[in-house]
């Protein structure tokens, strides 16, 4: 069988074979063994079938996979085009086969540039003999058709263009051919093809017609099917569709009332495609389009920001409203005649302020005051003498309120251009804003302090104002500063009034802006407040609390802090109360933690920070050695030291860690009660070092003498830190090939810990921070494993209660073993404990005493308390029998196990209610008991609640009707509770339950 009757033989049934057929066809005609003549000749008798349309159209798609198939110059230019005839000859008396003899020209151009009249003779062939397109059924016809047009668009444009230059038919003939297409693939293109003529010819003739043949489409209701091969969206397709209709400003006339026609609709998507695309026709069209339909869009857009029905309509039509704006603004009549009609409203809305259209128009003013400066400068002169005028006409202070709220929009303008422009002219704004100072600033010294909502306005304006640079003289700026610092110093409104926490705000934006008033005014004025030596009372607190906040500003930063460390040496040199002089550690501390210190070079925080906060300081603990210092005074040192010095390089680490080794030393070396004193500032001080800074003997020293003092010590506070710092120099400094022999040498091995029949609490506590710092690091697999079955073994012992509640720290949320810390810290660290402990854990649960099971129980609490639900969720089968008997726990020191499953609980009832349906009986009735007080801390009972009231909600109602009766009985109680938050969740519980249709008593009724 020749290959064309192999192919047709094929093609139906399998398809990649009869290309492979079409393969070996082109792989002849490569190597000489058939000649082109030869290939034609053969398609002969199918091709000129007159009886079979199918079998013309196949015979087609043969040739069109040969030359596909066919390699670059192996057709001369004589043979291709004799192809192209061939195949425009037969279009003209006969269209089968449309969409294969696209791709046999398309193949043809790929091998060999077609001349200006091949080109034109393609198309008009396809216009004249193939028109309209839609007319042929296939999709996959009409896309290699519409690809082919694509190619000649992208490649010809000149000789396309002649041909509509040349004649004034083919325009009407090309928009005709694409007319009434349908899928979304081949719109993909079309649009594009269309967007040609649109953006680069002359359409005067047709433009009605070329616009109608996209807007037809609009709005795309498209919705592409979850298995879409060909990834075209919806959004894709009003893309290329909004390119279409904002091509060209001659389709204005056609566009703008089609749009707002369909602007009207009750679609809340249509409107949105509405207003997109008239955004786009703004930006496309020239501005004398735009200056004639201005006025008609305002009329139109007005009402969508007016009368709000979404959100993102309404910033839709402002952004449009914008737009036009910024296109008008270097027009002065334009502009002129656009701004007049809506300066006109906005005017007539700011009479009866505050209402939802003076809030609209400060919306308005706003987004044409950003568009542009003059246009900005247009809103001032044509508003701001009227609103000034009904402000000062007006008694009543919430209609000024509602005046000064447009004024801050018009303001904020100013300001968001003067942020994205520095140099911003502001000449127009000027004598208005520095009016409005004044009286902004007599509301928020003169207005009752129960006007919060007018007075915060007023700050907010204030704030606005100074931020403008320029637009203030230093004087009022001054007074500015000034007011605010005089709220925040003076002004204590308990309740509602309160204003205060604001007004820090604006004075922290404020130094921002204005850092030398702040310096030269607000920063005296709270040094002032801050006595030397307080004289018992603890007023001082709430002004050091606001002061530090000023240090969020990095230009203030160095200032507020030097101020607080004077201050502290003076309060120090006055012999001030301890708590006096930690208050002032501590602002320093929030300074350095939460405020902005300037950096360096290198975007790190400044080094010399160090010797000038930290030193001073520190050289009291560790040089020399004293005892009897205060243990809040050391860690608050500590943190301060971590606070800087963890994010230096190694270089300037490596010098302190080197100018303070002889003082480290001595601690290290000390196990006495002074090296106790010392512990939480060593905590920080190692936590803030790069592992590469110290040396490995001084490590294990150290270590030793931890663990001796962790062993050894009785002083409750110590113990913690103590045991933080074990972990952390094994985490951060041992190298986990040397583990197990580097515990052995420093008396920390776990084995030997817990070797005695009853171990001390020290030896467990120190067990557990080792196997801590072990799971964090994750890298002893082997000896991590070993320990955690140590600790499970003993949950059978006698204390083996007081075991169980330390499992929940091997989880927990850590201050300082952290990658910041430069820790070693494994992401799957959580996955691993998981997957050790608590199969082990509810394994143990099951075949336990009963008076070690509640052991087993609060450890395995305690682990899942810190785990993600997702982790948990695969073995809810598994954990839910044990959580269930974990709030049977009735002992007081139980509460918290209880509080974390009841979390658990919530949790799988909003996620999987479906896992816990069969427990429904046992969930009930031990969620009623958990609501029981004295038994259970309110904290417990109100979380039972929470879950209760999920149950009817979330599990089905047959499930759960049953036990309504005894639900809404038994919560009655908690209607009394003694707690504020229980009685709440007990009101919503009781109205979820009584919600639901107690089937049995209406069968009772009945």
Not at 260 to 285: A, F, G
Not at 839 to 847: D, E, G, I, Q, Y
Request: aromatic letters at 8%; hydrophobic letters at 40%; a negative charge.
């Amino acid at each position: 069988m020749s290959d064309i009757q192999l192919y047709l033989l094929e093609v139906d049934k399998n398809k990649p074979e009869a290309q492979s057929t079409a393969a070996r066809s082109a792989s002849k005609l490569e190597h000489k063994e058939l000649k082109l003549i030869d290939l034609i000749t053969s398609l002969e008798d199918y091709i000129n079938n007159k009886d079979d349309a199918a079998l013309r159209a196949k015979s087609v798609a043969y040739l069109a996979d040969v030359l596909e198939a066919v390699p670059p110059k192996v057709l001369t230019g004589q043979e291709r085009r004799l192809l192209c005839d061939f195949i425009l000859g037969r279009l003209e008396g006969d269209s089968e086969g449309i969409g294969a003899s696209a791709r046999v020209l398309t193949a043809l151009e790929e091998r060999g540039k077609w001349d200006p009249e091949t080109v034109q003779r393609v198309t008009k062939t396809f216009l004249d003999h193939a028109s309209p397109l839609k007319d042929h059924k296939l999709q996959t016809d009409r896309f290699a058709v519409i690809q082919l047009f694509d190619r000649l668009l992208e490649k010809y444009r000149a000789p396309l263009h002649e041909l509509h230059t040349s004649d004034p038919e083919f325009l009407a003939k090309f928009i005709y051919f694409f007319d009434g297409e349908k899928d979304p693939r081949n719109l993909m293109v079309v649009f594009s093809i269309l967007h040609v003529p649109m953006t680069e010819w002359d359409i005067s003739s047709n433009a009605q017609d070329l616009f109608e043949a996209a807007f037809n489409y609009f709005p795309i209701t498209f919705k592409p099917p979850p298995d879409d091969p060909y990834g075209i969206s919806a959004q894709d397709l009003k893309d290329r569709l909004r390119d279409c209709i904002a091509a060209n400003s001659q389709f204005a006339p056609f566009a703008f009332p089609a749009l707002l026609d369909k602007l009207d609709s009750t679609s809340m998507n249509t409107k949105r495609d509405v207003l997109h695309t008239i955004q786009s026709c703004v930006v496309s069209y020239d501005i004398k389009t735009i200056n004639i339909y201005a006025i008609t869009l305002w009329d139109a857009l007005k009402f969508e920001i007016l009368n709000v029905q979404e959100e993102d309509l309404a910033e839709g039509a402002l952004k449009a409203l914008a737009l036009m704006a910024g296109k008008f603004a270097l027009q002065e009549g334009f502009l002129n005649a656009y701004t007049r009609p809506i300066m006109k409203e906005c005017n007539q809305h700011l009479e009866d302020a505050p209402t939802k259209q003076s809030t609209a128009t400060g919306r308005i003013l706003y987004a044409l005051a950003s568009s542009a400066t003059p246009v900005a400068d247009k809103v001032v002169k044509g508003i701001f003498p009227n609103l000034f005028t009904l402000y000062q006409a007006s008694e009543s202070l919430t209609k000024r309120r509602g005046l000064l709220e447009v004024f801050n929009e018009v303001v904020r303008a100013y300001l968001d251009r003067f942020r994205l422009q520095p140099k911003l002219n502001l000449e127009g704004l000027i004598e208005y804003g520095r009016d409005a100072l004044g009286v902004m600033l007599r509301v928020l010294t003169n207005a009752p302090k129960a006007e919060v909502s007018l007075r915060l306005t007023a700050l907010s304006g204030i704030a606005q104002l100074v931020a403008l640079r320029g637009l203030l003289t230093e004087d009022q700026g001054y007074r500015a500063v000034d007011a605010v610092t005089e709220i925040v110093l003076h002004e204590q409104v308990p309740g509602h009034g309160d204003i205060r926490s604001q007004a820090i705000k604006t004075l922290a934006e404020m130094a921002r802006t204005a850092p030398d008033a702040i310096r030269n005014q607000a920063i005296p004025a709270f040094m002032v407040e801050l006595p030397d030596s307080p004289a018992g009372d603890s007023s001082y607190l709430s002004v050091l609390e606001a002061f530090a906040q000023l240090s969020s500003e990095q230009q203030v930063f160095d200032t507020v802090v030097l101020r607080l460390k004077n201050k502290y040496n003076v309060a120090n040199a006055q012999g001030a109360s301890e708590e006096y002089q930690q208050a002032m550690l501590l602002a320093i501390l929030y300074a350095f933690t939460h405020g902005s210190p300037m950096p360096d070079e290198e975007g790190v925080i400044r080094g010399n920070y160090f010797a000038e906060y930290v030193e001073p300081f520190s050289s009291t603990i560790i040089q020399p050695l004293q005892a009897g210092l205060d243990q809040k005074f050391v860690d608050i040192v500590g943190r301060l030291c971590n606070a800087i010095l963890r994010q230096q390089g190694v270089h300037f680490q490596s010098q302190v860690y080197n100018k303070n080794l002889d003082s480290m030393a001595a601690i290290r070396n000390d196990t006495t009660r002074s090296s106790a004193h010392t512990a939480p500032f060593t905590l920080y001080y190692y936590a803030s070092l790069r592992p590469d800074v110290v040396e490995a003997e001084d490590i294990i020293a150290l270590l030793q003498t931890q663990a001796k003092l962790a062993l050894d010590t009785k002083d409750h506070e110590t113990l913690p830190v103590v045991l933080q710092h074990i972990s952390l120099l094994i985490n951060k400094f041992i190298n986990a090939k040397a583990m197990q022999a580097t515990l052995q040498s420093a008396e920390l091995e776990v084995e030997a810990l817990l070797s005695a029949v009853s171990p001390p609490p020290n030896s467990i506590g120190v067990a557990f921070a080792v196997t801590k710092a072990l799971l964090i690091q994750g890298k002893s697999s082997a000896l991590t494993s070993e320990y955690l079955q140590l600790l499970l073994q003993l949950l059978s012992s006698p204390d083996g209660k007081s075991v169980a509640k330390r499992f929940t720290s091997l989880l927990a949320p850590e201050e300082i073993l952290t990658k910041e810390n430069h820790c070693q810290v494994s992401g799957l660290y959580k996955q691993k404990t998981f997957s050790r402990l608590v199969p082990s854990l509810a394994a143990a649960v099951r075949s336990a005493e009963p008076s070690t099971k509640p052991n087993y129980l609060i450890a395995l609490s305690g682990i899942l308390r810190w785990l993600p639900y997702s982790m948990l969720s695969t073995s809810l089968p598994s954990l839910t029998p044990p959580l269930l008997q974990t709030l049977d726990l009735s002992s007081p020191a139980d509460q918290e196990p209880k509080a974390s499953t009841l979390t658990i609980f919530e949790s799988v009832l909003m996620h999987d209610p479906d896992t816990i349906a069969e427990h429904t009986a046992s969930l009930v009735t031990r969620l009623l008991n958990c609501t029981a007080a004295p038994a259970n801390i309110a904290k417990v009972r109100a979380k039972s609640l929470q879950c209760l009231a999920l149950v009817p909600k979330q599990l089905k109602r047959e499930a759960v009707v049953p036990y309504r009766r005894q639900v809404v009985k038994k919560l009655m109680a908690c209607l009394d509770d003694g707690k504020r938050e229980v009685r709440a969740e007990g009101v919503r519980c009781r109205s979820a339950w009584l919600g639901l249709d107690d089937v049995e008593e209406d069968g009772e009724e009945d």
